[in-house]
């Protein structure tokens, strides 16, 4: 990749973001920090982008998607206390949600991977002023060693690469992003080997009784995995060479955009009044097995009504329509 490619905005101003949360983002609430020009106007596709699908509501092909939305900075700039000499890669928006942190955080991966010895700097959205383990985690699997910081503070920067992200929520995943990402090599798949992905820990977004369906599937040699009891290393693992995975809709199935060529079967149950668009973007563009079930779904009561879709908890008045499918 040539440095004549390269988008470099002059003097760009971060403006870090304050007094929001992922959850925020996605209702729609401004974004209070950004990207701006030196004379403090946001710059073009500087803010956090989302295009979603329309249509009725569980249907897998929603038709044309036609709703999309962009945060730009909804405040202004002041005099930045910090100027930042030299060439600086602006790597995204830091989520401390993984799945968010998978599809928004990494989406600049297909250029930070080509300069590496070029600064990195971040935008955080819910813990601003740091990067935790999890970040250090996926940093280091994806092969991102460059030096890196997350905006505290507005500062001006003297030049500063800005890539367009190649991972836009339910709307966009190049091929240049998927080769970037998709860094865990094929693997034989075991005969036999079938993996349940359990949200059973989970606060909310859950099905409160997916033990007795986890039980079930016990009794018919499932393996029931809590992914977030474990690395992400371990997780990889753990599904890399199963024939099958399943599991309640969620961003537990976000882990298998790092993986080349996975041909095991994956099954996904819906959750909620919408589908995660996301997760046929990353099955289509990554060519993955990957059916998406909704005869369960008029089987559930909603015990949670109110709350946003994706953190409402339900029940299932019937197990069997999921456990027939993985029998």
């Excluded at 949360?21 to 990207?35: K, V």
């Excluded at 073009?44 to 730009?72: D, F």
């Excluded at 199963?242 to 809709?249: C, H, L, Q, S, Y």
Aim: net charge neutral; with cysteine.
């Amino acid at each position: 990749m040539e440095d004549q490619n390269l988008r470099i905005v002059k003097d760009a101003i971060l403006l870090p973001v304050e007094d929001t949360g992922e959850g925020d983002l996605i209702s729609g609430t401004a974004l209070t920090g950004g990207i701006l020009s030196s004379t403090g106007v946001p710059i073009e596709g500087g803010g956090l982008e989302r295009e979603y699908p329309v249509g009725k509501p569980g249907q897998v092909n929603y038709g044309r998607m036609t709703i999309k939305k962009q945060w730009i900075p909804s405040r202004k700039p002041e005099k930045s206390t910090r100027v930042v000499k030299g060439k600086y890669i602006f790597a995204g928006y830091l989520f401390t949600h993984y799945g968010h942190c998978l599809l928004d955080s990494l989406s600049r991966l297909w250029l930070i991977k080509h300069y590496k010895e070029l600064p990195l700097l971040w935008l955080g959205v819910e813990e601003r002023d740091s990067i935790n383990e999890m970040h250090y985690e996926l940093f280091d699997l994806v092969g991102i060693h460059n030096e890196m910081e997350t905006v505290k503070e507005q500062i001006q920067v003297e030049e500063l690469v800005f890539p367009d992200p190649d991972y836009v929520i339910a709307n966009k995943f190049t091929k240049e992003q998927a080769q970037a990402i998709a860094i865990y090599p094929e693997r034989v798949l075991k005969r036999g080997k079938k993996v349940w992905l359990s949200r059973r820990n989970l606060a909310s977004g859950r099905i409160i009784n997916e033990e007795e369906v986890e039980d079930a599937l016990q009794k018919r040699g499932w393996i029931i995995f809590v992914p977030e009891k474990h690395r992400i290393k371990e997780q990889l693992e753990m599904l890399c060479d199963a024939e099958r995975i399943a599991g309640i809709d969620g961003s537990a199935f976000h882990t298998l955009i790092f993986f080349q060529n996975y041909r095991g079967r994956i099954d996904v149950f819906r959750r909620c009044d919408r589908f995660s668009y996301n997760l046929f973007l990353i099955a289509s563009t990554l060519k993955q097995n990957l059916f998406f079930h909704s005869d369960h779904y008029a089987d559930m009561e909603n015990l949670t009504p109110g709350l946003d879709a994706w953190k409402s908890n339900s029940k299932l008045n019937s197990i069997d329509k999921i456990v027939r499918v993985l029998d």
